[in-house]
């Protein structure tokens, strides 16, 4: 059973930094897609930046190009993203999430494919930008 538990979160002054973790347990076995996705108050769940396990491939999604990286430790034990210059709009409910993808037969960008399997979420971390 796959495990996912966000930290990082927090307060920060708009145009700072911040990195959010993602503890992973159970998630070893094989190639998973992992993501992070956000949700501000009112709106839809929004993807933010995934990776694929097998070859740490990545897409950003284009509201946080050039300001977030979303990265692994070696033993795939922890995922991480990295933002910065944050703005007001960044301010969410960020969330981790896994699906497993051992023939890499469906894209972790769930933008490209409607059929995205992210069956495993983390409870969420909040970041709240401020000026």
């Known amino acids: 059973q796959v495990q996912l538990v966000e930290s990082g979160g927090g307060s920060v002054q708009a145009g700072g930094s911040l990195r959010l973790s993602c503890a992973v347990s159970?998630?070893?076995?094989?190639?998973?897609?992992m993501a992070w996705f956000r949700q501000r108050p009112g709106k839809e769940r929004e993807y933010v930046a995934s990776?694929?396990?097998?070859?740490?491939?990545?897409s950003i999604a284009d509201s946080v190009k050039g300001r977030a990286t979303i990265s692994q430790n070696n033993a795939k034990t922890t995922l991480y993203l990295q933002m910065n210059s944050l703005k007001d709009d960044d301010s969410a409910m960020y969330y981790c999430?896994?699906?497993?993808?051992?023939?890499?037969?469906?894209?972790?960008?769930?933008?490209?494919?409607?059929?995205?399997?992210?069956?495993?979420w983390g409870q969420g971390t909040q970041v709240t930008v401020s000026f």
């Open positions: 999430a896994a699906g497993a993808n051992p023939l890499n037969d469906w894209p972790c960008n769930p933008t490209l494919s409607p059929s995205g399997r992210y069956n495993y």
């Open positions: 159970g998630a070893t076995d094989r190639a998973y897609c």
């Open positions: 990776l694929y396990t097998e070859n740490h491939a990545t």
